[in-house]
């Protein structure tokens, strides 16, 4: 089975209002990066975490290896924060394979 | 910073013919680099993972006679899908990390590759 379970996958939010994305994992991963990909296909990185919280402006991100999840808070919602968020983890234990979370498909609405 | 570049960005091929797509990284090492496949609907699957200067590993599904990979040194990589059949259509990625096992990714734009 899948080693990522992203969640939702799809999400509609009015603009200036706030949600969260959660990837669990069936097993312990060593790290967690989050994307999200632009109106060009590119994947740009918003956060990469080994453990703890990181912020950055309107997004927040959270990993707890112990727990096996993670997850990225979005506030104060803007237009431009519509696109796709993946999440993408690595395998401890010496196999460092990166496996992406199907993806959440956001629309922020006016 | 740490960019990763793809080319071509976009490219159709017939059936059965072949199609090669590299991957460079600017501002620091791919020691590791991950080709990913998307294909319509689906998230991305790891092709195969190739380190400098070690075996390239691919993943189930995927082989060496089918996705032959180059990783020469710490900024090129590329790989050729061999007799392209429409399955085989979507955005190829490639990743790239600095030598430590678990390292930030920083993902390249795509080839996408169209089979007709």
């Not at chain 2, 609907?41 to 993972?49: D, G, M, N, V």
Request: proline residues 4%.
């Amino acid at each position: 089975g899948d080693q990522v379970e992203q969640s939702p996958s799809a999400l509609s939010l009015h603009e200036g209002t706030g949600s969260a994305l959660r990837c669990n994992f069936t097993t312990t991963m060593r790290a967690v990066q989050w994307f999200r990909k632009n109106s060009r296909g590119s994947l740009i990185n918003l956060f990469y975490l080994a453990s703890g919280t990181k912020e950055n402006g309107r997004l927040k991100s959270a990993f707890d290896s112990k727990e096996r999840y993670s997850t990225l808070h979005i506030r104060d919602a803007q237009l431009e924060d519509s696109g796709t968020y993946f999440c993408a983890a690595l395998t401890s234990g010496g196999n460092y394979k990166p496996t992406f979370g199907k993806g959440t498909s956001l629309v922020v609405h006016p | 910073g740490a960019l990763v570049y793809q080319y071509p960005r976009r490219t159709i091929c017939k059936s059965g013919t072949s199609m090669r797509m590299e991957c460079q990284a600017v501002g620091f090492q791919a020691t590791s680099v991950a080709w990913y496949r998307q294909s319509p609907q689906k998230t991305f699957e790891l092709i195969a993972l190739s380190t400098v200067n070690s075996a390239i590993k691919y993943e189930q599904n995927f082989t060496q006679e089918k996705f032959p990979i180059s990783h020469p040194n710490l900024s090129f990589s590329s790989m050729t899908v061999l007799n392209a059949y429409l399955e085989d259509r979507g955005l190829y990625l490639c990743g790239a990390r600095d030598g430590h096992p678990y390292a930030e990714q920083f993902f390249g734009p795509g080839t996408r590759l169209t089979v007709l």
